[in-house]
């Protein structure tokens, strides 16, 4: 049996890593916004097809989830033609393993950006809660 460990992807393509949160990441910056195991935001691009442009291999993108997201339709969540709120129960991202890695395969529509430069940030150890001072509104 043959199994990929290179592949050079087609057209538009990006093939990216697949990282996810997990325990450590929460405990060392103090994050409660997102689920362990989720999806990171920024992944690295091992390759690209040849008729993507301005995003190169090594490069750090932003990919944006949303066209693979599949939503629970609610009965009533049709109102005046317009859908109010059909939240998102899962997504069905376009995975494959290479060499024994998750990676994704999706297009260059599915990156909101190209991240430039990257900060080190000393992680917070404990949430901060800030809350607002007491205002009178007459």
């Known amino acids: 049996m043959k ?5 050079r992807p087609m057209a538009n393509y990006l093939l990216v890593t ?9 405990n060392e910056a103090g994050l409660i916004a997102k689920a362990t195991g989720s999806l990171k935001e920024f ?27 599949i939503k629970k339709h609610e009965n009533g969540s049709l109102k005046d033609g317009v859908i109010t709120d059909n939240p998102v129960v899962k997504y069905n ?4 393993e290479l060499d024994g890695v998750m990676y994704l ?8 950006f190209v991240v430039e430069e990257f900060k080190e940030v000393q992680p917070k150890k404990t949430p901060e809660i800030i809350i607002p001072d007491k205002k009178i509104i007459l």
């Open 3 to 7: 199994v990929p460990v290179k592949i």
């Open 18 to 26: 697949c990282d996810k949160y997990t325990d450590e990441d929460f």
């Open 43 to 69: 992944q690295k691009v091992i390759a690209k097809g040849p008729m993507v442009r301005n995003i190169e291999v090594d490069e750090w993108v932003c990919v944006n989830p949303m066209r693979y997201a």
């Open 93 to 96: 991202l376009p995975t494959m």
């Open 105 to 112: 395969l999706i297009t260059d529509q599915d990156v909101d």
